[in-house]
């Protein structure tokens, strides 16, 4: 199983930016995709954006698209989310999590970090 360590997090005023980071272990790490969710108070967790192992993005979360980019460099066991124009209703813990398969379902999602606190201030 993959451990992850996502960091980056912050407070950050409206319109701003953030990069999150996830740090993967495990020699498998190039063979999965790799996704971000996110949760804010009170709500279920979302997908955010994914990255298949080649590269390849699973469409964005329309709350996001145009504004977050997720990249990935398998030399590093490293998945970023570039995050821009940052809204208020961005403010959520935001998770990495891997998985086998082209998806964007949560279900499909099998290993998680611990998340990081991404506030977003008017």
């Known amino acids: 199983q993959v451990q992850l360590v996502e960091s980056g997090g912050g407070l950050v005023q409206a319109g701003g930016s953030l990069r999150l980071s996830c740090a993967a272990s495990g020699r498998t790490f190039s063979r999965y995709t790799m996704g971000w969710f996110r949760q804010a108070p009170e709500k279920e967790r979302e997908f955010v954006a994914a990255?298949?192992?080649?590269?390849?993005?699973?469409p964005y979360a329309d709350s996001v698209k145009g504004r977050f980019t997720i990249s990935r460099d398998n030399a590093k066991n490293t998945v970023y989310l570039q995050m821009n124009s940052l809204k208020p209703e961005d403010t959520a813990v935001y998770y990495c999590?891997?998985?086998?398969?082209?998806?964007?379902?949560?279900?499909?999602?099998?290993?998680w970090g611990q998340g990081t606190q991404v506030t977003v201030s008017s």
């Open positions: 999590a891997t998985s086998g398969t082209f998806s964007q379902a949560e279900a499909d999602f099998t290993s």
């Open positions: 990255i298949t192992w080649a590269g390849v993005k699973i």
